[in-house]
């Protein structure tokens, strides 16, 4: 029984990061130099998760029409959440896991619609009993 969580757990994990982007990728989105990238995800402006000892990013949180390229109101939660219990892959999982705060929307779907105050909310709210 744990070898079958621990295969799908890895699978599942494998599939959150199946679309996420490389450091040298998001420079070249954003029009930045390869430590941009490294910079902001420390500053937690931007979600990154440690694979293979590489950084990636997620490529829901990047949008063309967005402040610095991120969705609106992203590196709000990313600050709500630095406090939080919750590994930088949960966080990624967060995001797109249905919320009940938020009527069960997806933190991803709150904040693209302008809900960044629900997003927050739920984000302060995690680890909390």
């Not at 997620?58 to 029409?65: A, K, R």
């Not at 930088?88 to 069960?104: C, H, I, Q, T, V």
């Amino acid at each position: 029984m744990r070898r079958a969580n621990l295969m799908r757990a890895f699978a599942d994990r494998r599939a959150l990061l199946a679309d996420a982007l490389s450091v040298s990728e998001v420079a070249a989105l954003l029009g930045v130099g390869r430590q941009t990238p490294h910079d902001r995800a420390r500053a937690g402006t931007l979600l990154a998760v440690k694979e293979n000892g590489k950084l990636l990013f997620p490529d829901w949180q990047f949008d063309p029409d967005g402040p610095d390229g991120v969705v609106a109101g992203l590196p709000d939660v990313l600050r709500a959440m630095s406090d939080r219990p919750i590994s930088a892959l949960g966080r990624a999982r967060w995001f797109l896991e249905p919320k009940s705060l938020s009527d069960g929307r997806t933190p991803l779907d709150a904040l693209r619609s302008g809900d960044v105050g629900q997003a927050v909310a739920e984000a302060e709210a995690i680890g909390v009993s």
